[in-house]
């Protein structure tokens, strides 16, 4: 079992299915399987803040953020459910033994951990079910030949190389109407225009109109590299995509819309494929995972409750 894999078990709980009765108000509903408030509550109780207590909007984007990865878990596991490889009971007893140790090494029972997270012994077993499943559906497609062509088209990744990122943002909801959305992009495609006219610096441009931290700065995040969890993935990957100087069309990101321009690149150490190959292996089943839950989210009958 990967680092990954055993870190979505031991690290978060996903979201149950067939929930217990319940008088839990009810976060999200899929394909007729409910997500419950409390199970949201479980997964952020279990999250450090490190810069102290959260603002209600902070607390609130962090709920929906929950639900999102939530709603992801379970659809997984409902696709597992009906498609994935066949476990036998007697290897998920072995899981269930093994998570049962660890928790005691830290001092916990499993039925703490459950209670916890507001989950039964079943509810944790399907979900290393799940986890086994996806892990042997990776299999079926992670060859050596394609984790090494893999390798060789993320480069910028397994390597470490940086970008210095600057962004212009308009900050707009999750849950916001078409028109708003649509109402900031055009706001950018102006913006744009003119740094592009050279009528205006992006670093000007930001200080005017960016709704972000990074405003008074220019705009400047500084060096990031590709998956960094502190930056938003879609930004990151645009700044590679980008020469130096360069400023993307407006595009959606995690906070709204944004004008994405890379200011300079920092090469990182040329890896050998044989020296990160676990790495890749990890990286090549989380694309294959976003792959796989984007396609059943167009499939899906989602329905949110709004928090």
């Not at 962090?62 to 878990?73: A, F, G, K, P, S």
């Not at 060859?143 to 970008?163: G, M, P, Q």
């Amino acid at each position: 079992m990967s680092r990954w894999l055993c870190a979505l078990v031991l690290a978060a709980p996903l979201a149950a299915a067939q929930a217990p009765p319940t008088t839990a108000p009810v976060a999200a509903t899929v394909n007729g399987e409910t997500i419950r408030q409390d199970q949201v509550d479980a997964v952020i109780r279990r999250m450090r803040v490190a810069d102290g207590p959260l603002s209600d909007s902070q607390v609130k984007r962090l709920r929906q953020e929950v639900v999102q990865d939530l709603i992801d878990d379970l659809l997984l596991r409902q696709h597992m459910r009906r498609h994935g490889p066949k476990v036998e009971p007697a290897e998920l007893d072995k899981h269930m033994a093994a998570l049962a140790a660890g928790l005691r090494r830290q001092g916990k029972t499993l039925a703490e951990y459950c209670r916890e997270n507001g989950r039964t012994d079943e509810q944790v077993r399907d979900s290393w079910a799940t986890l086994v499943q996806f892990q042997r559906y990776v299999d079926q497609q992670a060859t050596d030949e394609k984790l090494r062509k893999y390798h060789e088209a993320n480069r910028a990744l397994f390597d470490r190389e940086t970008v210095r990122v600057s962004q212009i943002v308009v900050r707009v909801g999750p849950n916001a109407p078409p028109t708003e959305r649509a109402a900031a992009r055009q706001k950018l495609a102006a913006v744009r225009a003119e740094v592009v006219a050279g009528k205006l610096s992006f670093a000007d441009a930001a200080r005017k109109h960016s709704m972000c931290p990074s405003a008074p700065k220019g705009g400047d995040l500084g060096f990031v590299g590709l998956r960094d969890p502190a930056a938003d993935e879609a930004v990151v990957r645009a700044a590679f995509a980008q020469k130096a100087g360069e400023v993307s069309e407006p595009l959606d990101g995690e906070f709204g819309v944004h004008l994405v321009q890379a200011t300079e690149r920092k090469p990182g150490t040329p890896t050998a494929f044989e020296k990160v190959a676990d790495l890749v292996r990890e990286c090549y089943a989380e694309d294959v995972r976003q792959g796989l839950v984007g396609l059943l989210r167009q499939q899906a009958t989602i329905q949110v409750t709004a928090p």
